[in-house]
């Protein structure tokens, strides 16, 4: 014979000899009792007396309200909904009756004289279900709130907001206190804590008891264990999670209180570790890529810019932000006798391979420039080259040669925004643009024009132009306009490295992309 695990149970009957017969049956099988003799008094136990009611005795025949009404009350109050309800009645025994009693919220219905061993049995199984659906949706609840936590973790772009994000979605997911500690070389160890539900997270270095227990001993896994004590909530029991998604590092550790854990509990608890370890272990390597495609492509930006007599020349490169990923601008400036070549360009995607893309193509063309070939010429050699050795890559570039003497300038701009002639308050694009370099058509169409005394040109790569919910002419436009009325209106001899400060702090702290800018002017 299955057993039930005792309960607390309301018996509602305004007969006291009744009453105490029923009560006696259930006690006697370990349950707990509650007594009411009228409706009112047992629904205000319900919601204030006795509010961890597991099962309700109704009398139907009550002194107030009927228990057909009460049992209603009690099924449309979400607080009582889920109750199990039993019917009792020595006078409503006809079919009508049970027929209304179970319309209207009772889950059974014994007619009197009431057999004790009937009476339990029936107590035994809406328990069962009763205590079986809760744990079902109690589970549900859990595990709907599991997916909510790992799509935020996995939306994080730090550590510090993984581990926030991580603690409270635990706090949810379990209705109370939680914790998790991590670490990365570049925030060191961190531990979040939120002890009890709603409540603000706090966040603090981890202390060594944190991470003083790996029963992994360095694997890939989860581990779930019991701890009497520990570093949280004043020595707390509670259950702990210790994850690592790949061998050698740190592991992650979480940790929840251990009143009223069920086996339900600690599966949920380990998949919530494993999910959180995988979300650091992504962010550990983002951060790994970002950091060494960063590295790679500022050693391939040139170190110093050459002296060119009569010309002032001043470039800037702004790295992405730490939320997004590397992408693959580049200058450059080469000085040969009687002129200066210069370029700008940007590798299509965003990634360590861009990057490596970028100092491949910077290198080829720095090749082809030593050949001393016009910027039409170069690219259309350049274009071979990719599309021979690199033929799933697209880059754009704008390349340009200065005879410094008289100011011409040669250029030709393989799918690039197009530069900017900045003077007397005026900024007007260079037209003229031939395809992108990666495409097999011909590219050695040459723009030709002369930079006057005192004028600008400024070369951009689009993380100057372009932002989200604007189109790249609204984008180029905002451009024009700073140029305009910054560099445009110095009339030629203004602080060429100030106003170039002054441009990435306007437009570029509104873009989440690489940003690389080139200006030239000729002398007054």
């Known amino acids: 014979m299955t057993t039930i695990a005792a309960a607390d149970?309301?018996?509602?009957?305004?007969?006291?000899?009744?009453?105490?017969?029923?009560?006696?049956?259930?006690?006697?099988?370990g349950h707990r009792v509650i007594e009411a003799a009228t409706g009112e008094d047992a629904l205000a136990l319900l919601h204030d007396g006795a509010p961890g009611t597991e099962l309700v005795v109704?009398?139907?025949?009550?002194?107030?309200?009927?228990?057909?009404?009460?049992?209603?009350?009690?099924?449309?109050?979400?607080?009582?909904?889920?109750?199990?309800?039993?019917?009792?009645?020595?006078?409503?025994?006809?079919?009508?009756?049970?027929?209304?009693?179970?319309?209207?919220?009772?889950?059974a219905y014994l007619a009197e004289p009431i057999d004790p061993d009937e009476l339990l049995a029936t107590v035994g199984a809406l328990l069962r279900y009763s205590r079986a659906r809760h744990r079902a949706e109690?589970?549900?609840?859990?595990?709907?709130?599991?997916?909510?936590t790992t799509q935020a973790i996995n939306s994080a772009t730090s550590l510090p907001e993984l581990l926030r994000?991580?603690?409270?979605?635990?706090?949810?997911?379990?209705?109370?206190?939680?914790?998790?500690?991590?670490?990365?070389?570049?925030?060191?160890?961190?531990?979040?804590?939120?002890?009890?539900?709603?409540?603000?997270?706090?966040?603090?270095?981890?202390?060594?008891?944190?991470?003083?227990?790996?029963?992994?001993?360095?694997?890939?896994?989860?581990?779930?264990?019991?701890?009497?004590?520990?570093?949280?909530?004043?020595?707390?029991?509670?259950?702990?999670?210790?994850?690592?998604?790949?061998?050698?590092?740190?592991?992650?550790?979480?940790?929840?209180?251990?009143?009223?854990?069920?086996?339900?509990?600690?599966?949920?608890?380990?998949?919530?570790?494993?999910?959180?370890a995988l979300a650091v272990e992504a962010l550990r390597s983002y951060d790994e890529e970002r950091r060494t495609a960063l590295t790679l492509q500022q050693s391939m930006l040139p170190a110093s810019l050459p002296p060119v007599p009569g010309y002032d020349?001043?470039?800037?490169?702004?790295?992405?932000?730490?939320?997004?990923?590397?992408?693959?601008?580049?200058?450059?400036?080469?000085?040969?006798?009687g002129h200066v070549v210069a370029a700008i360009g940007d590798v299509a995607g965003h990634s360590l391979r861009a990057a490596t893309i970028m100092a491949e193509v910077r290198h080829a063309l720095r090749a082809y420039l030593a050949e001393d070939h016009a910027?039409?010429?170069?690219?259309?050699?350049?274009?071979?080259?990719?599309?021979?050795?690199?033929p799933e890559e697209i880059v754009t570039m704008c390349l340009l040669r200065i005879e410094l003497a008289s100011g011409e300038i040669r250029l030709t701009n393989a799918g690039h925004p197009p530069p900017l002639r900045v003077a007397a308050g005026r900024a007007v694009p260079v037209e003229g643009r031939v395809a992108l370099l990666g495409v097999p058509t011909v590219h050695d169409a040459e723009t030709i024009f002369t930079?006057?005394?005192?004028?600008?040109?400024?070369?951009?790569?689009?993380?100057?132009?372009?932002?989200?919910g604007s189109t790249f002419n609204e984008g180029l436009e905002r451009l024009q306009t700073a140029l305009a009325g910054g560099l445009g209106a110095d009339g030629g001899d203004g602080d060429l490295e100030a106003f170039c400060d002054a441009l990435l702090l306007g437009l570029g702290d509104e873009s989440d992309d690489d940003q690389a800018m080139l200006v030239i002017r000729r002398g007054i």
Do not use: C
């Open 9 to 29: 149970i309301l018996v509602v009957d305004d007969s006291p000899s009744k009453r105490y017969v029923i009560t006696s049956w259930l006690r006697r099988e």
């Open 58 to 107: 109704l009398d139907v025949r009550l002194p107030d309200i009927d228990g057909f009404e009460v049992a209603e009350r009690i099924k449309d109050d979400p607080r009582t909904a889920a109750i199990p309800v039993i019917h009792i009645s020595a006078t409503a025994v006809h079919a009508v009756d049970r027929t209304q009693g179970l319309i209207r919220g009772a889950d």
């Open 138 to 148: 109690r589970l549900a609840g859990r595990l709907t709130r599991l997916v909510e």
């Open 165 to 276: 994000l991580a603690a409270v979605g635990a706090s949810q997911v379990f209705g109370g206190a939680a914790a998790v500690a991590a670490a990365s070389p570049e925030t060191g160890a961190l531990a979040v804590e939120v002890d009890a539900a709603g409540a603000v997270p706090l966040m603090r270095a981890a202390h060594r008891e944190h991470f003083e227990t790996d029963p992994l001993d360095g694997a890939v896994g989860a581990s779930l264990f019991g701890q009497d004590d520990g570093p949280w909530w004043g020595g707390r029991p509670v259950f702990r999670v210790v994850a690592r998604a790949k061998a050698g590092r740190e592991p992650l550790h979480i940790a929840v209180p251990a009143d009223g854990f069920t086996d339900d509990d600690h599966d949920v608890l380990r998949q919530l570790g494993q999910a959180i």
């Open 313 to 337: 020349i001043a470039v800037r490169y702004r790295p992405a932000s730490d939320h997004a990923y590397v992408g693959g601008d580049f200058y450059e400036i080469v000085a040969v006798p």
């Open 375 to 390: 910027p039409g010429l170069t690219l259309e050699r350049l274009n071979r080259m990719m599309l021979r050795f690199l």
């Open 451 to 468: 930079l006057d005394p005192g004028e600008s040109l400024v070369l951009v790569t689009d993380g100057l132009i372009e932002r989200r």
